[in-house]
């Protein structure tokens, strides 16, 4: 099942559970605005070659849009789709005041060099300038995309509508991006586990952990999980699997894949097949890497007691029912990943003020909001009688709902 077939079904699920209007249940699915714009560039070597760019702009009831740009060579409408309504359901949340956006280019961002990037992220800019803004629609990266890439934005932006350093987030420290947003979605998922294992009268220490994807959340993830007394057990990147039954030497492997760009090799561990990561004995599986990987064939076999969702979508719904039923608890990627753009907007309160935190206050703040989230979910599945992704996404869909009726939708 795609992400926005996926996506579709679990909010017409929450919209039942809540008994939304159904004409209003309709108008929460439907984009506000879907953006589709050609960019023509000179490449280095003096040819022309022509890109698409789009940005969805899902809903803006509770708040200014937020969402990724994705420089990707399947940027796929329905994808972009299902990922901007991900988008509002998160912010909504997390009790941010955002809605639900998501963008790309469909590009290989490898095969292009720096300053074909640079002209490409700048076109975008100057297609989209008037559709964007510090109060309409903010954008921050995604896969293929960079702090670099959004302080191009911002430039470029700028250039129309004069210095405006809250239009992106994630951008370098020193063009006004916020300390600690670099760790904030793999600490966010540190304080997603912890309370929820607390839940159960356990801790992050002693725990055993298997994370699929060692970029920048599962790495992160791995270094905050193993200062907190977890044991890491098993982790992947694009280039292979390995594990250690003791745990493995977390700043160890993050020094070695820093140095080879690949956790292969690695020492202090047993080579592991990549497929059965998933299914390797541990207490705590984090899949921080695609969407779509526990699925019906694989889900019977996990022996995690517990799956924390740090990559979106990871779950197929199929797979859902089937750990639900052998009592394997799902915190789903909708609450579990938040910490990134619970961060992002810091940034952006940051820049309006035109006053800096220091990272302990990032720090404290998002576990603040991360804790208040988790509680505010736990409430609407013991209301609802349902299950942690419900919970969630009635939770979402409720305040988006709420927001929606009070400002006058049908006028």
Same mark, same amino acid.
Request: charged letters at 25%; one cysteine or more.
């Given at each position: 099942?795609?992400?926005?077939?996926?996506?579709? +079904?679990?909010?017409?699920?929450?919209? #039942? *559970?809540?008994?939304?209007?159904?004409?209003?249940? +309709?108008?929460?699915?439907?984009?506000?605005?879907?953006?589709?714009?050609?960019? &023509?560039?000179?490449?280095?070597?003096?040819?022309?070659?022509? %890109?698409?760019?789009? +940005?969805?702009?899902?809903?803006?009831?509770?708040?200014?849009?937020?969402?990724?740009? !994705? %420089?990707?060579?399947?940027?796929?409408?329905?994808?972009?789709?299902?990922?901007?309504?991900?988008?509002?359901?998160?912010?909504?949340?997390?009790?941010?005041?955002?809605?639900?956006? #998501?963008?790309? *280019?469909?590009?290989?961002?490898?095969?292009?060099?720096?300053?074909?990037?640079?002209?490409?992220?700048?076109?975008? &800019?100057?297609?989209?300038?008037?559709?964007?803004?510090?109060?309409?629609?903010?954008?921050?990266?995604?896969?293929?995309?960079?702090?670099? &890439?959004?302080?191009?934005?911002?430039?470029?932006?700028?250039?129309?509508?004069? %210095?405006?350093?809250?239009?992106?987030?994630?951008?370098?420290?020193?063009?006004?991006?916020?300390?600690? !947003?670099?760790?904030?979605?793999?600490?966010?998922?540190?304080?997603?586990? /912890?309370?929820?294992?607390?839940? %159960?009268?356990?801790?992050?220490?002693?725990? +055993?952990?298997?994370?699929?994807?060692?970029?920048?959340?599962?790495?992160?993830?791995? !270094?905050? *999980?193993?200062?907190?007394?977890?044991?890491?057990?098993?982790?992947?990147?694009?280039?292979?699997?390995?594990?250690?039954? /003791?745990?493995?030497? *977390?700043?160890?492997?993050?020094?070695?894949?820093?140095?080879?760009?690949?956790?292969?090799?690695? /020492?202090?561990?047993?080579?592991?097949?990549?497929?059965?990561?998933?299914?390797?004995?541990?207490?705590?599986?984090?899949?921080?890497?695609?969407?779509?990987?526990?699925? #019906?064939?694989?889900?019977?076999?996990?022996?995690?007691?517990?799956?924390?969702?740090?990559?979106?979508?990871? &779950?197929?719904?199929?797979?859902?029912?089937?750990?639900?039923?052998?009592?394997?608890?799902?915190?789903?990627?909708?609450?579990?990943?938040?910490?990134?753009?619970?961060?992002?907007?810091?940034?952006?309160?940051?820049?309006?003020?035109?006053?800096?935190?220091?990272?302990?206050?990032?720090?404290?703040?998002?576990?603040?909001?991360?804790?208040?989230?988790?509680?505010?979910?736990?409430?609407?599945?013991?209301?609802?009688?349902?299950?942690?992704?419900?919970?969630?996404?009635?939770?979402?869909?409720?305040?988006?709902?709420?927001?929606?009726?009070? !400002?006058?939708?049908?006028?």
């Amino acid at each position: 099942m795609n992400a926005l077939a996926a996506t579709n +079904r679990n909010f017409k699920h929450a919209a #039942k *559970i809540l008994g939304l209007d159904s004409k209003l249940e +309709r108008s929460l699915l439907i984009p506000f605005r879907e953006i589709k714009v050609e960019c &023509t560039i000179p490449k280095d070597d003096g040819t022309l070659a022509s %890109y698409v760019g789009f +940005r969805v702009q899902h809903d803006n009831a509770r708040g200014p849009m937020k969402g990724g740009i !994705r %420089y990707h060579p399947e940027v796929d409408p329905d994808e972009v789709n299902a990922l901007a309504q991900l988008m509002t359901w998160k912010t909504a949340v997390a009790n941010i005041p955002y809605g639900g956006a #998501k963008g790309g *280019i469909g590009c290989i961002p490898g095969e292009l060099s720096s300053s074909e990037l640079e002209r490409l992220t700048r076109v975008f &800019t100057q297609k989209i300038h008037d559709l964007i803004g510090v109060h309409t629609d903010v954008p921050a990266p995604d896969m293929g995309t960079n702090s670099q &890439t959004m302080a191009w934005i911002l430039d470029e932006y700028s250039k129309f509508h004069g %210095y405006s350093p809250a239009i992106v987030t994630g951008k370098p420290i020193d063009l006004g991006g916020s300390l600690g !947003r670099d760790a904030a979605t793999g600490r966010g998922v540190l304080f997603a586990a /912890e309370a929820l294992l607390s839940e %159960y009268g356990k801790s992050i220490s002693g725990q +055993r952990f298997v994370i699929q994807g060692f970029g920048n959340v599962g790495s992160w993830a791995a !270094r905050l *999980i193993s200062e907190a007394g977890g044991k890491v057990v098993a982790v992947s990147d694009v280039t292979g699997a390995i594990k250690n039954t /003791e745990g493995l030497d *977390i700043p160890k492997l993050l020094e070695h894949s820093a140095k080879n760009r690949s956790i292969r090799g690695f /020492e202090g561990a047993n080579a592991l097949d990549p497929n059965s990561l998933l299914i390797e004995d541990c207490d705590v599986l984090i899949p921080a890497a695609l969407g779509g990987v526990i699925n #019906k064939e694989n889900a019977n076999d996990i022996r995690a007691k517990f799956i924390v969702e740090a990559a979106n979508h990871p &779950t197929d719904p199929e797979a859902d029912e089937i750990l639900s039923k052998r009592g394997v608890h799902i915190l789903p990627d909708i609450y579990a990943n938040a910490g990134g753009v619970t961060v992002s907007y810091f940034e952006w309160v940051q820049n309006i003020q035109g006053f800096m935190w220091d990272e302990k206050k990032v720090n404290n703040e998002l576990k603040n909001y991360m804790t208040r989230a988790f509680k505010d979910l736990k409430s609407m599945c013991k209301n609802h009688n349902c299950d942690l992704r419900m919970g969630a996404f009635t939770l979402g869909v409720n305040r988006v709902a709420r927001a929606t009726l009070l !400002r006058g939708w049908e006028a």
